[in-house]
T-cell receptor, first 114, second 109 residues
Framework: GAGVSQSPSNKVTEKGKDVELRCDPI?????LYWYRQSLGQGLEFLIY????????KSGLPSDRFSAERTGGSVSTLTIQRTQQEDSAVYLC????????????FGDGTRLSIL | AQRVTQPEKLLSVFKGAPVELKCNYS??????LFWYVQYSRQRLQLLLR??SRESIKGFTADLNKGETSFHLKKPFAQEEDSAMYYC???????????FGTGTRLQVFP
């Protein structure tokens, strides 16, 4: 596709359930990033992929959060045993490679935990 | 510590007035600085980056290493400039972006 695609666009789930968020980056972009945008916290980095490897997971807030990337393309962010504080917009971005290239963002997934 | 500070949550001006959105940063090395913009119901998109030294939609930003600032300026604001503006820096081994908390610009007719 022409841009970064994320699904679902909205997700409402009950506290304690697991959720999976998907990101399809721009074709050919080797770098992929997940960010979280929550009220009062701004935009926070979660994890960075280069290809299928994740050399920087420093932003993941707890061990309930994990992510993987397969085929150097699609990435999935999984949140286990969701808590209300997980409610946020989760944004994915990709860039053609490292080296200060601009990141292109998706529309995000708005996650609401009841 | 790496940090980006945008001191203004909201900036309101009238059409045709000059605009300056402030951004200060803290970083131990040589970062890349960016301005991202999010228009209503649109995705976050890059507005400009300091290494390009270009003007986009009439906006410019100059990196001042002495003052560790990267303020965004436009001499004559337009109504269509109304949006949320985020200053961000990247650096190190991953180029992850560190964002400020954003400034909402409102341009009144």
């Amino acid at each position: 596709g022409a841009g970064v695609s994320q699904s679902p666009s909205n997700k409402v789930t009950e506290k304690g359930k697991d959720v999976e968020l998907r990101c399809d980056p721009i074709s050919g972009h080797t770098a992929l990033y997940w960010y979280r945008q929550s009220l009062g916290q701004g935009l926070e980095f979660l994890i960075y992929f280069q290809g299928n490897s994740a050399p920087d997971k420093s932003g993941l807030p707890s061990d309930r959060f994990s992510a993987e990337r397969t085929g150097g393309s699609v990435s999935t962010l999984t949140i286990q045993r969701t808590q209300q504080e997980d409610s946020a917009v989760y944004l994915c971005a990709s860039s053609i490679n490292r080296g200060g290239q601009p990141q292109h963002f998706g529309d995000g997934t708005r996650l609401s935990i009841l | 510590a790496q940090r980006v500070t945008q001191p203004e949550k909201l900036l309101s001006v009238f059409k045709g007035a000059p605009v300056e959105l402030k951004c200060n940063y803290s970083y131990s090395g040589s970062p890349e600085l960016f301005w991202y913009v999010q228009y209503s119901r649109q995705r976050l998109q890059l507005l400009l980056r300091h290494i390009s030294r270009e003007s986009i939609k009439g906006f410019t930003a100059d990196l001042n290493k002495g003052e560790t600032s990267f303020h965004l300026k436009k001499p004559f604001a337009q109504e269509e400039d109304s949006a949320m503006y985020y200053c961000a820096l990247s650096g190190g081994n991953t180029d992850k972006l560190i964002f400020g908390t954003g400034t909402r610009l409102q341009v009144f007719p």
